[in-house]
Each structure stands twice: as C-alpha cells, then as structure tokens.
C-alpha cells in the first residue's frame, strides 16, 4: 500500500521536481503539466498549491533565499583582514552552490530570460561580495590614483565573474578540463591571484583564511 502524501509533503515533492525542471529548461521551456507529471499529480492538484507557474517559481526562489548564507560567522572565523574574511566568504559560497548545482543553472537561465525577479534576486546573491570588495579597497586604494571609483566597480565585477566561470566550469561541465585540480584549491588560487591583481601582494594567504578540501 502506497503511501499517502500530506498537504505539507505533496507540496514539498512539487518543489523538489520544479526545482530540478527549472534548473534544467528555465522557466520559459517547463509547462505545469510536467511538473504535475514530474510528480505523478493532476494539474489540478498542483494549482491547489501554487496559483501559477510563476508563483511555484517564486517559491522556488524563495526556498534558495532561504538557504542563503551569512558571512557574519564566517568573517569572524577567518580573520577580520581583507584578504582573510574574502577568502573564507569564497568558501561559504562555493560549498554552498556544490552542494546544489541548481542555483547556479537557474541563476544562468534567468540571465538568458531576462526575468527582472529573477535577475534582481540573484544579483542579491552577489551582493555580499561586491558590497565588501567594494567597501575594502575603497579604505585602501589611494584617493589620488586615476579612475579610482571605475577600478573599485570594475575589480567587484571581475571578482564576480572569476568565481562564477570557476563554478561554471567544475559543477556544470560535463567534462572538467581542470578535473585533477579540486573547486577549493581552485578558487583559492583565483582568491590569491585576484588579491594580487588588486595590489594585494600575498603570496600565500593565512591558515585561517586558506580554502581547504
């Protein structure tokens, strides 16, 4: 005898397999009668949970948010220096999206879509990096230097992509041309080279902010 699935437990499966279509087809390219198939229910029964599909979307996005990571605990871990406190919010980052690759194929689905929801809220997701790199060197950089602001956006910008290309490249690629080296060891080494490209000239971070695995 099969079991029965509760209101909370139904609703829960129709997330997990939206999640996974969404992650796959966008949101554009999956229509609710295969969700509701991906699940083995009528649409009918899935409206009785989500309005529509941008609602189940919505709440697709919302269940991320809900993941979302806090630095607070993470800067105080790995020092309270620049290079140190970056390094371990790398960390937190790239733990956190190999752990569920699907955040990272719906972020690049929405950038193909052009949803504004969806590109506001994954631009969020950035945001911790960008406010901080932006924040550090606007109290180190040198207020005399040439195109001072265009630099501090610019190095947000290219840090962003780095560790986007890395994620890219080691959680979605079917073959990893980088496959004898792991994501941390990775990432660190574009942490330090990044670092160094900014003015940063550590050869090796501390122990403490050293992204292990």
Known sequence: MSHRLSGPERKESILAAAQGLFARKGLHGVSV??????????????????????????????????????????????GTSF???????????IENIAKNPDILRIELHSLLEGNPATLAFFQNRWKSFTDYIEFGLNETLPYNIPHREITILSAGLMFQG????????????????????????????????????IGINKTQLSRKATISG
């Open 162 to 197: 780095m560790i986007r290309e890395t994620l890219i490249q080691k959680c979605l690629q079917p073959q990893d041309r980088l496959v004898d080296i792991s994501l941390h060891e990775l990432s660190n080494e574009l942490v330090t080279l990044f670092l160094r490209s």
């Open 33 to 78: 009668d295969e969700i509701a198939r991906a699940v083995n229910v009528s649409p009918a029964i899935l409206y009785r949970h989500f309005a529509s599909k941008q609602t189940l979307y919505t709440a697709v996005l919302e269940k991320f948010s809900c993941q979302r990571q806090s630095y607070v605990d993470t800067i105080v871990k790995h």
């Open 83 to 93: 290079e140190d406190a970056l390094a371990g919010m790398t960390q937190v980052y």
